[in-house]
């Protein structure tokens, strides 16, 4: 197929211009020079779920790419972005939430040659209000990892559907709950963030601290609420796992005042930083979810995808054995999948 040659070629082009990217003579954050070189280091891994997201995305095009405008959501240091622009977007629109990363990009991008023609920080409401602004009209809004992290992905995706044009909405994530080894192993990494460290990633600013999300909750709750003893405060940390110090604040201050707590986490694991809202690899309801997108009048389907080879024999036969069970069970099973592709598309459009 034509797409896939379009797709493997621009694979290569930009491999071979990370190939002499020299990332720690970059002005850039040590967080981003880490993620940089663990692409670089896993690149045909990354590169063959890239692959797999931008078919899908071939597939939602009414035009020609070189037509088209793509939008790289929550793009952190970049590669969707490079890999889009060197595929043949005619426009790149590269978002973080992280206005470091958003910084870091720009100067990744003149390093690699690879020019990215608009540069937007900020959450769902500030980025429609600056496509607005910069009368930008997507065509399709994509991102890799960055689902299972959004604090309240309702909220997002109501933002999102506000655009004032057709668009595709292709969020493709590793955080697959339909697949029990994917939900066991995250479970685990939620309990360890929940009780134990999480690092590099707690942040107050820019500044990243390595303690738990528990105790992190306490110190809120403790120097918000001083006239709480240790008791109530152990109980109120406890009780208020996934959420972000605002509504921390206030559920705290709502159950001084009534002396009840309303709010209550749907999931036995899933935990947030409670100063970002980040999900540790937030397990999605994903019934639940795709009840509400329906709900907000917009066409929503899931699609699986492929495992990558390495150069692993033996993990490669493993891996030709799953993908023929996932290829068998056909496109929306995510039992074996790796991952899963939540693909929306506004209602005047058809899947």
Same mark, same amino acid.
């Given at each position: 197929?034509?797409?896939?040659?379009?797709?493997?070629?621009?694979?290569?082009?930009?491999?071979?211009?990370?190939?002499?990217?020299?990332?720690?003579?970059?002005?850039?954050?040590?967080?981003?020079?880490?993620?940089? /070189?663990?692409?670089?280091?896993? *690149?045909?891994?990354?590169?063959?779920?890239?692959? /797999?997201?931008?078919?899908?995305?071939?597939?939602?095009?009414?035009?020609?790419?070189?037509?088209?405008?793509?939008?790289?959501?929550?793009?952190?240091?970049?590669?969707?972005?490079?890999?889009?622009?060197?595929?043949?977007?005619?426009?790149?629109? *590269?978002?973080?939430?992280?206005?470091?990363?958003?910084?870091?990009? /720009?100067?990744?991008?003149?390093?690699?040659?690879?020019?990215?023609?608009?540069?937007?920080?900020?959450?769902?409401?500030?980025?429609?209000?600056?496509?607005?602004?910069?009368?930008?009209?997507?065509?399709?809004?994509?991102?890799?990892?960055?689902?299972?992290?959004?604090?309240?992905?309702?909220?997002?995706?109501?933002?999102?559907?506000?655009?004032?044009?057709?668009?595709?909405?292709?969020?493709?994530?590793?955080?697959?709950?339909?697949?029990?080894?994917?939900?066991?192993?995250?479970?685990?990494?939620?309990?360890?963030?929940?009780?134990?460290?999480?690092?590099?990633?707690?942040?107050?600013?820019?500044? *990243?601290?390595?303690?738990?999300?528990?105790?992190?909750?306490?110190?809120?709750?403790?120097?918000?609420?001083?006239?709480?003893?240790?008791?109530?405060?152990?109980f109120l940390a406890s009780k208020s796992r996934g959420l972000r110090k605002d509504d921390?604040?206030?559920?705290?201050?709502?159950?001084?005042?009534?002396?009840?707590?309303?709010?209550?986490?749907?999931?036995?694991?899933?935990?947030?930083?409670?100063?970002?809202?980040?999900?540790?690899?937030?397990?999605?309801?994903?019934?639940?979810?795709?009840?509400?997108?329906?709900?907000?009048?917009?066409?929503?389907?899931?699609?699986?995808?492929?495992?990558?080879?390495?150069?692993?024999?033996?993990?490669?036969?493993?891996?030709?054995?799953?993908? /023929?069970?996932?290829?068998?069970?056909?496109?929306?099973?995510?039992?074996?999948?790796?991952?899963?592709?939540?693909?929306?598309?506004?209602?005047?459009?058809?899947?």
């Amino acid at each position: 197929m034509e797409e896939h040659k379009i797709i493997g070629k621009a694979i290569e082009n930009l491999f071979s211009k990370m190939l002499i990217l020299n990332t720690q003579n970059l002005n850039i954050s040590e967080y981003n020079k880490s993620y940089i /070189q663990k692409y670089f280091k896993s *690149y045909s891994y990354y590169m063959s779920l890239y692959s /797999q997201l931008f078919l899908k995305t071939f597939k939602k095009l009414t035009k020609p790419v070189s037509e088209c405008t793509f939008v790289d959501y929550g793009g952190g240091c970049g590669m969707l972005s490079y890999l889009a622009k060197e595929i043949g977007f005619k426009t790149v629109v *590269y978002n973080d939430i992280n206005r470091v990363s958003v910084h870091d990009t /720009q100067i990744i991008s003149g390093s690699l040659h690879i020019p990215i023609d608009y540069y937007i920080s900020g959450d769902a409401e500030e980025f429609i209000y600056k496509i607005k602004l910069l009368d930008i009209k997507p065509d399709l809004i994509c991102s890799f990892d960055v689902l299972e992290h959004i604090y309240n992905i309702e909220s997002c995706i109501t933002t999102l559907s506000k655009i004032n044009s057709d668009f595709t909405l292709l969020f493709m994530t590793s955080a697959n709950p339909e697949n029990p080894f994917i939900a066991c192993r995250l479970k685990k990494l939620h309990i360890r963030s929940e009780y134990k460290e999480v690092v590099n990633n707690i942040r107050k600013g820019d500044i *990243y601290i390595n303690t738990s999300f528990l105790q992190e909750r306490r110190e809120i709750i403790g120097n918000k609420f001083p006239e709480l003893d240790v008791r109530e405060i152990n109980f109120l940390a406890s009780k208020s796992r996934g959420l972000r110090k605002d509504d921390i604040e206030k559920m705290v201050s709502d159950y001084i005042e009534t002396g009840e707590i309303v709010y209550k986490i749907n999931h036995p694991t899933n935990t947030c930083d409670p100063y970002t809202g980040s999900w540790t690899e937030k397990l999605i309801d994903i019934k639940q979810l795709k009840y509400f997108i329906k709900k907000i009048n917009l066409n929503v389907e899931l699609s699986n995808s492929l495992y990558g080879y390495s150069t692993n024999k033996l993990l490669n036969i493993i891996k030709f054995i799953v993908n /023929q069970l996932i290829k068998l069970s056909g496109p929306k099973c995510l039992f074996f999948s790796p991952t899963f592709t939540l693909e929306i598309i506004n209602h005047s459009n058809k899947l």
